[in-house]
Structures are given as structure tokens and as C-alpha cells.
């Protein structure tokens, strides 16, 4: 049968839910996520305290609406299909080019990479400030790891980084990568290097910025991106989480 997404009690959508067959431990780890990136908001905007109190709202809602976009799932609806239940359940570019294609998925990421780097820009609009953008700019990724849409789900927060990054200054962009590639060389895991860099990126974020804001923005875009990738630290590279749908039986 097709997916369609329909509207009822449950939420915008009472399709969404679950990937069926999630382990017990993945349920806690998607609590324990929604815990921390809760925290992540506060601190963030306890960080940019340097904004007027209707400055930060304006560019921290821009930002996180913005984020919050959920392209991959869109153009899965468009395909009559659920992504958050086929593939590996990730609302992002790399599960909308296993399911749905070449041509979509390239799309989806573009669109991602668009959203962090339009963030970024209207934040620091609206806030009349640079730190306006900083804020806005992690709030993106938070809304792309954790969309109102999709009730608390979506992707692993890459494709926006790339584009708040490279729109608040690509320096920041180049030493991303470079941490990614030290930790890969080190773990030889694509999943592990993704983890261990973003843990390592706040610290060079406030070297190269200069300021305290710089440090806050570092870790609203790290947090999120290494709590998505947590559970994967004992996956091999390239061996997506599949989600088993209901005509699988299950493991025993």
C-alpha cells in the first residue's frame, strides 16, 4: 500500500512514528537526544545574552524554522514514500539518494546546504548583528536534527552545517573538514570521525572567531551533529541503519 500522510489526533502527520522494529536502547538514545539538544537551545541562547531579548527571539525562530525544513521528506511524500521508515530512517541527502534517487537525493542536499547558510543570513538581518547569524545559524541545525514537522525527528545535521559554516566564514568550513579527516585517518570509520570531529570543532570555532559567541556557535552546531551520530560509533562505514518494515519478521 502507498504511503500518504494524513492528519489526525495523533499530530500534523499520524503516519509519522518510529521506524518499526527500533531497538530499546535506540528509543533511549532518542530520548536522551531530545534531553540534550533541549539544553543545547538554553545554552545557546543563555551564550548570545549580548542580543536584545526580541533580537535573539527573532533570529533564533528564523533560524530554527528555517532548519526545520524537512526537504528529504517532502520529496519522499511526492515518491509515495516514507523515509522515516524506509532506508535508514534518516530524514537527510544520503537516505533520500539510497531511496528515492540520484536526482532527488543531490537535490534534498543542495536544499539542506541552502536552508544553514539562508539561516545564517536572515539571523544576522534580523538581529542587525553578526551574532544574530551565529545563532540563527546553529539553531538551523538543530531544527534540521529535530524538525517541529516531523515531531522531533530528522537528519544528522551535516548538509546545514556545511552552509552555516561556510556562510559565517569558510575558514571554519576548512577546519571542520580538516578534523573530520584526522579523526577518519585515526578510526578509519566515516561515523566515528563525523563524532569525534564535531566534538573537537567548538574549541577551533573560538579560536578562529575570536569571541565567546564564536564558542557558543561551535557548540550548537557540534552537539546536535554528534548526538545523531552517537549511536552509529560501533557501525561500519557505509552500512546504513536499515529500518525493517512490517512484513520482516523479527530477529531472534
Known amino acids: 500500500m502507498p504511503f500518504s500522510p494524513t492528519v489526525g489526533r495523533g499530530g500534523v502527520c499520524s503516519r509519522i512514528q518510529v521506524a518499526p522494529g527500533a531497538s530499546q536502547q535506540a528509543s533511549k538514545v532518542f530520548r536522551l537526544s531530545n534531553y540534550l539538544s533541549g539544553i543545547t537551545l538554553c545554552a545557546l541562547c543563555w551564550g548570545f545574552g549580548s542580543l536584545s531579548a526580541m ?6 525562530l528564523a533560524g530554527y524554522l528555517f ?3 524537512p526537504f528529504a521528506y517532502w ?8 523515509l522515516l521508515a524506509e532506508g535508514s530512517g534518516n530524514v537527510g541527502g544520503t537516505n533520500a539518494w539510497r531511496v528515492l534517487g540520484a536526482v532527488p537525493g543531490l537535490m534534498v542536499m543542495v536544499l539542506d546546504v541552502a536552508k544553514g547558510m539562508m539561516a545564517v543570513a536572515l539571523g544576522e538581518f534580523l538581529a542587525h548583528s553578526p551574532g544574530g547569524g551565529l545563532l540563527a545559524g546553529a539553531l538551523a541545525v538543530i531544527g534540521h536534527c529535530y524538525s517541529v514537522w516531523l515531531l522531533g525527528r530528522g537528519g544528522k545535521g551535516i548538509a546545514p552545517s556545511i552552509g552555516a559554516l561556510f556562510a559565517v ?3 571554519l568550513l576548512l577546519v571542520a573538514a580538516g578534523f573530520f579527516g584526522l579523526a577518519y585517518a585515526l578510526t578509519r570509520n566515516l561515523y566515528r570521525g563525523v563524532l569525534l570531529g564535531a566534538l573537537a570543532f567548538p574549541v577551533a570555532s573560538s579560536a578562529v572567531g575570536g569571541s565567546l559567541n ?3 556557535f561551535g557548540f550548537g552546531i557540534a552537539i546536535p551533529v554528534a548526538i545523531k551520530h552517537l549511536a552509529e560509533w560501533s557501525r561500519p562505514s557505509g552500512q546504513p541503519l536499515r529500518s525493517r518494515t512490517k512484513s520482516e519478521p523479527k530477529s531472534r
Open 55 to 60: 533580537e535573539w527571539l527573532y533570529a533564533a
Open 214 to 216: 564564536y564558542l557558543w
Open 75 to 82: 520529496f519522499g511524500v511526492l515518491q509515495n514514500k516514507n
Open 169 to 171: 566564514n569558510p575558514l
Open 67 to 69: 532548519g526545520s525544513l
